[in-house]
């Protein structure tokens, strides 16, 4: 099926379309309009004027446009979860579980724009002051450009354009090249709804010159980004002066306490280290564990991941199924080269078949390499043995990234500190850092990006705008 470009609400034939293939077995997912930067001039066109009128559309209107979007997913959701399954190869029952998480987060964003409001001030609060009706209202920016991801082709989407549209705001699209059958669908729920605002969404794919005629255009009020940080470096040199939302990943860490319950934190630990293939911006890639209880977590969290199937992503039993591409895999393997060739051990895993790479626990790894200083967003955890808590908060806080940590301790002082001291946008006490509730806020410090996600905190921060209004 092809992912063809929309116009606004005008879905049209391109001139040249790309195949996407199946990272489980190379067949043929899906096919995707090779875009221009002529279809960028006009998708900003047509937001551009779509913005002047959106922004009054009855948000009892917008809200019902939200919610049949929502009903009509649940309806369809199975195919939308195959249709992932097909283009990114994530496992069945997960992409089952994004589908879920996609309706929540449309929901979500329904309920958060209901109960965003304004404030009134008393004027004559301060001596030079006088009586007057003043307040603050919010309203829509304008237009939004959203540019999504792979690992989560769906409800990252949602995160952006659901809070987005319900604003009132026009909104275009980019997906991610590997999944645009998926946000094709997503968007075409929205589009062909009877609740549907005219042109409020448009959405374009990758092509020559795009994704610079996309970010330098002057129409967009806001960009929101998930992905790389020398992306979101490249986006924020060139955008100019707008509102830039940046989730620009992490090097997730928890610290396992000596007082920890050690089963428990091993089966959290592998589950979070290797979902999605470890192709999560939250995935757990650095284990600081007590020195006494080291050998028997390490041994513990190798028994948990030898458990784990890696197979067909259509079998519902199967946790891990394939990487993305080739591209993937390879920067994989050298991590594991990298690490063992400066003294770590790989303790389990590593073998690779295709795109099916083995979850894998390296141990002796040390600060200074690579394999725990960089975001490896491969199914790869480290294994580090420290004396105490004071000595993983200072390696867990010695990283450019900062987007969630976890421990694990029943120790409540321990837990306390964790949350004062550790340098991360989340901290999650006795569960994993990969850990997220799309109800709450999200977004990372540091060189993990800009802004939060969450329907709630995107429409306060970044998709209305404040306006201030005295009446004499």
Sequence with gaps: MKASVFFGSTCEESK??????????????SSVA???ENDVLKVMDIAKKSAEFTKKVPLHVRVNWLLDVAKKLEINKEDMAKTMTDEVGKPIKFARVEVDRCIETIKLSANAMMNLHGETFDTTAMPSGKETLAFYKREAVGVVLAITPFNFPLNLVAHKIAPALVAGNAV????????????????????????????ALSVVYSGSGVNDALVQSPIPR???FTGSVPVGREITSKAGIKKIALELGGNAATYIDKSADIKLAASKCALGAFINSGQVCISLQRIYVNEDVYEEFATALSQETKALHVGSPYEDETFIGPMINAGAVKQAKSWIKSAVEEGATVFCGSNCEDLMFEPTIMTDVTEDMNIVCEE??????SLIKVKDFDEAKVKMNNS???????IFSNNMTTCKRAIDELNAGGIVIN?????????????GFKESGIGKEGPKYALEEEYTQIKSVVIC
């Design 16 to 29: 040249q379309y790309r195949e996407v293939l199946s990272p489980y077995d190379g067949r043929v997912a």
């Design 34 to 36: 090779v875009c221009s």
């Design 172 to 199: 275009v699209l980019k997906p991610t090249s590997a999944a645009p059958l998926t946000a094709y669908k997503f968007a075409k729920l929205f589009i062909e709804s009877e609740f549907a605002t005219k042109d």
């Design 222 to 224: 806001v960009i929101s």
């Design 376 to 381: 490896v967003f491969a199914p790869i955890v």
């Design 400 to 406: 450019p990234y900062g987007l969630q940590y976890s």
């Design 431 to 443: 569960d994993i850092p990969t850990l997220r509730f799309d109800i709450q806020p999200y977004g």
